[in-house]
């Protein structure tokens, strides 16, 4: 993994090329961002397309705005250490490593020249950014001109012309652009704006031709966890690493990254050579559903009902065993049947998504989740159950439990402990009123039939109204806990 460290003098020297084996990779790839996300995601897929499959892909990291990593990037040549930590093949496991992908940084509102001059790199193939989601946007200020550019947008429209500019056009020059920001249809949108400035700033039909006909931006979905720079780990881990780094980033072990393109994309990706969780598809959209049905919409059920119980971490659910078989029953019985994907797909996707959530590393709190719930039940939760009936012609008992949990959660009360809610001042208005003011049959009837929260008045789908209020009145005269028991019995 690293070499170790004799010299006591070297030990707490800060992580360099000297002082670990690293290799040295071709310049193939072009990164708008250095932050903890990519570190932990794309670099290290990169690491181990390299080191497994001889990818020979180095990352050369621009920052995207003025202020940044690339100088503390650059001390450490491009090194860094990444952990991973989380449920691998059954076990809780922590493990770390240096990554060597990345050759050099660049910070462009400094060194504008060093970074439009990598246009003019052959072997350039690659382009992957995480500039936030903010970051796809277009700017009316940017010109080509400019040095840099504000955008993100604007500065790869100008990278871009450059290399078609330097290269005369040519059709093997173009480039496999990545977004990895999250929002739907990055590749999409990204292109969009890079053909405005084209448009804009006259580069010329034959530019705009090249851009289509011979550079592919793909749209994305990225799922790892990332929890960034363990700060209040620092001490423990540079004594176990015996150098100092300061860029540690953490991750968990799980990973997926769905990149939707034409096949040949896959051709040069060597992903399945390295056992890599990178799906190549034509059409990400069954994954991006598989995502907010299993894993957002498994947090949001689970929310009220293991809150309510009296529990306050996802771990502590899932290991509970009425709250855990509660939420599996959910995933594997309710959720996962409305997807348009193969079952063995879908199983293993549900396993991982209950793998991450028992993650003794990450602690996530259920409240925190909490925030904005009525607006996450509607995308993520709202779907399965109308879909559940749509398929099944019969209603998923455990979705609507969660969701008379949830009216529950919005009384605000635990017992004798008041609830912070978080959410839309006017949905908090709405709730309160109903609480102080209404018998539980009216609440019921009132949320389930306010447009606004779901976009379709549900009291309209036979017996929902009827079984809400049965698992309501269950928790409000049994507690939580005992109406759950009852429930999964």
């Known amino acids: 993994m690293i070499n170790s460290v004799t010299n006591t003098q070297t030990v707490m020297n800060a992580l360099n090329r000297d002082m670990v084996d690293t290799n040295t990779y071709t310049e193939r790839v072009i990164q708008f961002g250095e932050g903890n996300f990519l ?88 382009v992957i950014s995480n500039t936030t989601e903010a970051g796809i946007a277009y700017n009316v200020n940017d010109k080509l001109e400019n040095t840099p550019q504000s955008s993100f947008p604007g500065k790869l429209t100008s990278l871009l012309y450059k290399r078609f500019q330097f290269f005369g056009g040519a059709s ?58 363990p700060r209040d780990k620092m001490e423990t881990i540079t004594k176990t690493l015996g150098y100092k780094d300061n860029l540690v980033v953490e991750g968990e072990q799980f990973h997926l990254w769905v990149i939707e393109g034409p096949e040949t994309i896959k051709e040069e990706i060597p ?8 799906v190549f ?34 771990r502590e659910s899932i290991e509970d065993p009425v709250v855990g078989e509660f939420l599996k029953d959910a995933i594997f019985n309710e959720i996962c049947p409305t997807l348009d994907l193969p079952d ?15 993650n003794p590393y990450l602690e996530h709190e259920l409240i925190s989740i909490s925030l904005n719930s009525i607006s996450k039940f509607k995308t993520r939760v709202l779907p399965s159950i109308l879909e559940y009936i749509k398929k099944k012609n ?8 969660s969701l008379a949990s949830l009216i529950t959660f919005y009384k605000g009360e635990r017992g ?40 379709i008045d549900l009291t309209t789908y036979k017996g929902l109204e009827q079984n809400v209020l049965k698992y309501l009145e269950a928790i409000q005269e049994k507690g939580m806990q005992n109406a759950l028991k009852d429930f999964i019995k």
């Open 39 to 126: 570190r932990a995601f794309a670099n290290w897929m990169i690491h181990k397309m390299n080191k497994q499959a001889g990818f020979d892909a180095g990352v050369v990291a621009i920052q995207p705005i003025n202020q940044g990593l690339i100088k503390l990037l650059n001390e450490q040549d491009g090194l860094y250490t990444l952990y991973l930590n989380g449920i691998k093949n059954g076990k809780a496991i922590s493990e770390y490593e240096v990554i060597d992908c990345i050759q050099r940084g660049i910070n462009p509102y400094e060194n504008y020249n060093d970074y439009l001059i990598n246009a003019e790199n052959p072997d350039l193939r690659f």
């Open 172 to 229: 093997d020059k173009g480039m496999i652009i990545i977004p990895c920001e999250l929002i739907d249809k990055n590749g999409y949108h990204l292109k969009r704006i890079v053909l405005q400035y084209a448009d804009d700033w006259n580069l010329g039909s034959d530019f705009i031709e090249w851009i289509n006909e011979d550079n592919i931006f793909c749209n994305t979905l990225v799922d790892r966890i990332v929890p960034g720079y």
């Open 271 to 278: 992903a399945e050579a390295c056992g890599l969780n990178i």
């Open 281 to 314: 598809t034509n059409n990400m959209e069954p994954y991006r559903t598989r995502k907010v049905r299993i894993l957002n919409g498994a947090h949001t059920s689970l929310v009220p009902v293991g809150y309510l119980y009296g529990i306050n971490r996802v």
């Open 344 to 358: 063995a797909e879908l199983n293993q996707f549900a396993n991982d998504v209950l793998d991450r959530f028992k």
């Open 394 to 401: 019969e209603l998923p008992s455990h979705l609507l439990f």
């Open 416 to 455: 004798s402990e008041s609830i912070t809610l978080k959410d839309d001042e006017k949905v908090l208005k709405f709730f309160k009123t109903q609480w102080e003011n209404q018998d539980t049959s009216t609440v019921v009837k009132t949320t389930l039939s306010n447009i606004d929260f779901w976009g």
